[in-house]
């Protein structure tokens, strides 16, 4: 039983900043990578930024230089610091985690947080 529990969104005017956090909780042994997504009306989820335990990012082209994201592996949790917000940034922002909730796994798993609204006014 693994939870993924989102922090953080709300409604901001455009060039506005929010900061999401994303705590992982339940039995865990080890993530490997955490990761934002986001999903707007009438289109697929799509990959914002992840992070791996060692600390390597990487970003979807739209959000570079204006998002950054940062991880506490010690609190399992993840962060997502959002700059310079245009109203294209408005959907639903998803955590997701891969990792093993014991050490014998074969591979480890997705996980999901419920999402959070994120609405950026024009």
């Known amino acids: 039983q693994v939870q993924l529990v989102e922090v953080g969104g709300g409604l901001v005017q455009a060039g506005g900043s929010l900061r999401l956090s994303c705590a992982a909780s339940g039995r865990i042994f080890s993530i490997n990578v955490m990761g934002w997504y986001r999903q707007a009306p009438g289109k697929q989820r799509e990959l914002v930024a992840e992070v791996t335990s060692g600390g390597s990012t990487n970003y979807a082209d739209s959000v570079k230089g204006r998002f950054t994201i940062s991880r506490d592996n010690a609190k399992n949790t993840v962060y997502l610091q959002m700059n310079s917000l245009k109203p294209e940034d408005t959907a639903v922002y998803y955590c997701?985690?891969?990792?093993?909730?014991?050490?014998?796994?074969?591979?480890?798993?997705?996980?999901w947080g419920q999402g959070t609204q994120v609405t950026v006014s024009s």
């Open positions: 997701a985690a891969t990792l093993r909730t014991r050490p014998w796994e074969a591979r480890p798993s997705d996980y």
